[in-house]
Each structure stands twice: as C-alpha cells, then as structure tokens.
C-alpha cells in the first residue's frame, strides 16, 4: 500500500469562524487582493474585517466561471497593488479564481505555460502567494483542493492548473455562510459535493485515508442534502452539507474523480452551464453504466463492491445493491428539480465532439472502469 496526501496548511470549520479571516490575513502581509463573486451583503463584512485589521483591500470580482483572461487580469491588478495576501470567498469559481492567480503571481508566466492538455503543463516551482479560501456554497470543496479550473472559450473547453503548491495556507469553512443559498444553487452545488465523495470513493486511486472522509461525507450529504434544500435556514442541515462539501474536496484532490467530471470538463469549456447543475445531471446516468460496465467486464472489481457499499450508505439499507445506488441518486435528481442538459443549449448534434473531449479530460483516468465510447455516448444522451 503507497499513497500520498496533501491539503490546505490549516483548516478552521463551523459556524461564526470568518472571524478567523483578517487575523491570520495579517500575518501574510498588510495589502490583500479580495477575489470574490459573491453579493455585497457577504463580501463586506469580510472586507470591513479585513480593513478593521489594518489591511489595505483591493476587491477583484468574479463573475460567472473563470477565464484564462479573468485570472490574468487579476495578476495584473494584483501586482500594481504590490498585493501580499490574498483571499477567496465565495463559491468554486471565486475559489478557483483566487487560486490561480496566487500561484501566477509567484510563478510568473501566463496560464497556458502550466495548464493541462491545452496548454503547456510546465509544473509550478514556487509556492503560491499567501492565500485564505473561505467558500459561501457547499460542494466544490474548492478550499482544499490542490487544482483551479479554467475555462478557456478559445479552445472551448475547461483545462486545470495543477499542483500541491497551490494549496491554501488557511481555509475557513463557516456554514453560517450558506444560509441564504437558493435552493436550485444548494440542490446543485450539493449534488456537485454528493459527486466528489462518489467518484473518489469508487476511483482506482482510492485509498484508505480518502475513504473515511468519502463514507463519512456520504452519509451526511444523503441525510441533509434534500432537508436543506426544503429548509434553507436548518443550520445542522447545512453544516452537514458544509462538511461533505469539505469531505469530498479532501478526497478528489487525493484520490481523484470520474466521467461525471470528465463531462463536466468537455461541457464546461463549451456550454454556459453551471458546473453543480451539470455534475447533477449526469451522476445517475454515469453511476449505472459504471456499475453495468462493471458487472460485464470485471465482476470481481473492487469497485464494484465500493458500489455496494454506496447504496448502503445512500439508502441505509444492508441489502442495497450497487444498482440502487444510481436509483436513489436519479429519484434524488428528480425531486430536487434539476434540469437535463439540453437546458443548456446541448443537443444530440454536440454528443460526438463532447464525448471526444471528455475522454480526454484528466478526471476520466480516475473512473472505475474504462468507458466505451458507445458507453459515453449513452450516459451523455440519456442526461439530455
């Protein structure tokens, strides 16, 4: 057994800790880049903090998912403010954002030197500017994740920068912060978390130390995802979903995902479509031909057991085979609301070049079993 784990320098998680923001901020530097998307009444109290503290606080916004071009103007900004800190808050676009372009302004050059299969993959050598992840959403687990995810609508498509240097130095999970989420986001942005303790879980790269956070994540997204979305204000639902978003970013980020994100990847970069909302279309129809994948090509895989063990989690039934997991998460799917991806624009005519891509995707090395491009083809079609 050999394997490797790596997270953010400290984590500080529950309600009211965005108090913890400004004091460690300060211990970085006293000019502090404020890269967010989120809405006034969340961002400025931060900011207040932050300024309370002594700081000067350059506010970047981020508006929608980020772009090759959006990191690179907030390097731009970030080095005429001589910027010495810098802190996310928001949900994993904001997060992704701030993350890129810390370690950019350590590592000079321009994103496509470091990003993967559309750019150069040059590795990243020097740590990331000081940096503090503080997510308003539950389900990236962005805070603790060592990848940003970039979109590039040149080459239409999302690509990561990767590297254990981009780590956070502090991420502050406060689930206070989520409270006022509507419910199409939490039901999209929880699903995306309910995802990142699955794909890991079930991942050949899986192993015992992301396992724990997986089984643990599991059980408390399949209690509280739905409650929170009925009842936005049930603090111990949200919390829960707070530390299975936390969970699931622990475990991706050491164990890798799937074809749910390798998808995500290929209709990201094409399509304006939110990524929770697309990862939540797809998860049923890619656990069920997984499983069936599985039970035809490799009937004694350990990762059609871990299957098992996910339908027990997610319904709480001993008995509960592999191909109940994929039922409860496509009832799930179908009470919560989400909409099928052509929603978004994607049609029939999209399904050769989106399956191309996402075989490609990095995320697909991690999927239980190797997809078919008739199998591919299927998972995508049935989410439309």
Not at 34 to 40: A, F, I, S
Not at 119 to 123: A, I, K, L, T, W
């Given at each position: ?6 997270t ?10 965005v108090?913890?923001?400004?004091p460690a901020?300060r211990?970085?530097?006293?000019r ?9 009444e969340?961002v ?12 000067e606080t350059l506010?970047?916004?981020v508006?929608?998912?980020?772009t090759?071009?959006?990191?690179r103007?907030?390097v ?5 403010a001589?910027c010495?800190?810098?802190?996310a ?6 997060i992704d ?13 321009d994103?496509?030197?470091?990003l993967?299969v559309i ?5 990243l050598r020097v ?7 503080v997510?308003t ?22 690509a990561?920068l990767?590297?254990?240097l981009?780590l956070?130095?502090?991420?502050v999970?406060d689930?206070?912060?989520t409270?006022?989420l509507?419910?199409d986001v939490?039901?999209s942005?929880?699903?995306?978390a309910?995802?990142?303790?699955i794909?890991?879980?079930?991942s050949?790269r899986a192993n015992?130390?992301t ?6 994540g ?7 995802l ?7 204000k049930d603090r111990?639902?949200?919390?829960d979903?707070s ?7 622990l475990?991706l980020?050491n164990?890798g995902?799937?074809?749910v ?5 290929a209709i990201?970069?094409a399509?304006?479509a939110?990524h929770?909302?697309?990862?939540a279309g797809l998860?049923?129809?890619?656990m069920r031909?997984n499983?069936r994948?599985?039970?035809?090509r490799?009937p004694g895989?350990?990762?059609l057991e871990r299957?098992?063990e996910?339908?027990?989690i997610?319904?709480g039934?001993?008995e509960?085979?592999?191909e ?6 496509a009832d799930l799917?179908g009470?919560l ?7 978004y624009?994607i049609r029939?005519?999209?399904v ?6 996402a075989a490609?995707?990095s995320s697909?090395k991690g999927n239980?079993v190797?997809l078919t ?6 998972i995508?079609e049935?989410a439309?």
């Open positions: 057994m050999q394997f490797e784990f790596a953010a320098a400290r984590i500080v998680f529950g309600c009211g800790t108090r913890e923001i400004a901020a211990s970085f530097g006293r502090v880049l404020l890269v967010t998307g989120c809405p006034d969340i400025a109290p931060v900011e207040e903090g932050l300024r309370s503290a002594g700081l506010r970047f916004e508006h929608g998912e980020p090759l071009d959006l990191v103007q907030g731009a900004r970030a080095r005429e001589d010495e800190a810098l802190v808050v928001g949900g994993g676009s904001a954002a701030g993350k890129a372009i810390a370690a950019l302004l350590t590592n000079g050059g994103p496509l030197d470091y993967e750019g150069q993959g040059r590795p740590p990331s500017l000081p940096w503090i992840a997510p959403t539950a389900g990236t687990g962005a805070e603790v994740t060592r990848n940003a995810v970039l979109s590039s609508p040149e080459h239409k498509v999302k990561s990767r590297s254990p981009m956070a130095r502090l991420a999970v689930p206070d912060l409270l006022d509507p419910p939490t039901s942005t929880g699903l995306d309910l995802t990142q303790l794909e890991p879980y079930v050949i015992p130390m396992d724990m956070f997986c089984r643990e599991m059980r408390r997204a399949a209690r509280s739905e409650r929170a979305c009925r009842h936005p111990d639902a949200r919390t979903m530390l299975a978003s936390l969970l699931g970013g475990a980020a164990a995902l799937g074809a994100h390798g998808f995500a990847a990201g970069g399509f304006d939110p929770g909302a697309v990862c998860l049923p129809h890619v031909v499983i994948a599985l039970r035809a490799a895989s350990p990762q299957y098992r996910v339908a027990q997610l319904t039934r001993n509960a085979q592999p109940d997991g994929a039922a409860w998460a799917v009470r609301g989400v909409l099928m991806l052509r929603a624009g029939r005519e999209h050769a070049v989106l399956v191309e891509n490609r995707a697909m239980p190797a491009a008739e199998e591919l083809t299927e995508i049935a439309l």
